[in-house]
């Protein structure tokens, strides 16, 4: 079956800018999660949702940051007044329920010039 | 907190040899997952294999193979008879059920496999 799919693969933004970034998850799947990945950080995670909700939000780097998850399925990350800090990939992953084992798509990697 | 380590940053080995990727990991946690996953030079995490704190019998998948033992908070990866197709990076990763962890996978640093030929 088709794996968990991100759009854009690559997104160049200027600073200042606002970027959003989506996620498909693998159908069936509840929960669904975002991390980041860099050089200097390795894996961090974000963010984590469980259908629509998302139970805590400590996770994500500043307010400059949100998510948001419709109908169970497709997520979209938001970072506005992008930084040059926010260069990184953004992965996303789904499983079928909590702490199961989790499928990562390709992921976004943003550059902020 | 949780945390992950994974001293050996870097692994070099020659083809068909045997190789070990350590792990260590901390949590305050009784009940808890670990986690193995491959990042290949293409990018995508690739994921091996989750084990739970109340199993502690050793897996074995072909030339994989985990063991996981809670007195020294270690769950090692060896792969039997190395291929150059193995290089890669290896993530080892834990997730806590209670206690107030994060709601997602905490990673190690990640331990860069190079298999020469």
């Known amino acids: 079956g088709a794996g968990v799919s991100q759009s854009p693969s690559n997104k160049v933004t200027e600073k200042g800018k606002d970027v959003e970034l989506r996620c498909d998850p693998i159908s069936g799947h509840t929960a669904l999660y975002w991390y980041r990945q860099s050089l200097g950080q390795g894996l961090e995670f974000l963010i984590y949702f469980q259908g629509n909700s998302a139970p805590d939000k400590s996770g994500l780097p500043s307010d400059r940051f949100s998510a948001e998850r419709t109908g169970g399925s497709v997520s979209t990350l938001t970072i506005q007044r992008t930084q040059q800090e926010d260069s990184a990939v953004y992965l996303c992953?789904?499983?079928?329920?909590?702490?199961?084992?989790?499928?990562f798509g390709p992921g976004t990697r943003l550059t902020v010039t | 907190a949780q945390k992950v380590t994974q001293a050996q940053t870097e692994i070099s080995v020659v083809e068909k040899e045997d190789v070990t990727l350590d792990c260590v990991y901390e949590?305050?946690?009784?009940?808890?997952?670990l986690f193995w996953y491959k990042q290949p030079p293409s990018g995508e995490l690739v994921f091996l294999i989750r084990?739970?704190?109340?199993?502690?019998q050793n897996e074995i998948s072909g030339r994989y193979s985990w063991n996981f033992q809670k007195s020294t908070s270690s769950f090692n990866f060896t792969i039997t008879a190395s291929q150059v197709v193995d290089s890669a990076v290896y993530f080892c990763?834990?997730?806590?059920?209670?206690?107030?962890?994060?709601?997602?996978?905490?990673f190690g640093k990640g331990t860069h496999l190079i298999i020469q030929p």
């Open positions: 990763a834990l997730s806590e059920v209670s206690g107030g962890g994060a709601d997602g996978l905490t």
């Open positions: 084990r739970n704190s109340f199993d502690e």
């Open positions: 992953a789904s499983s079928l329920v909590r702490h199961y084992e989790q499928y």
């Open positions: 949590t305050r946690d009784t009940t808890y997952y």
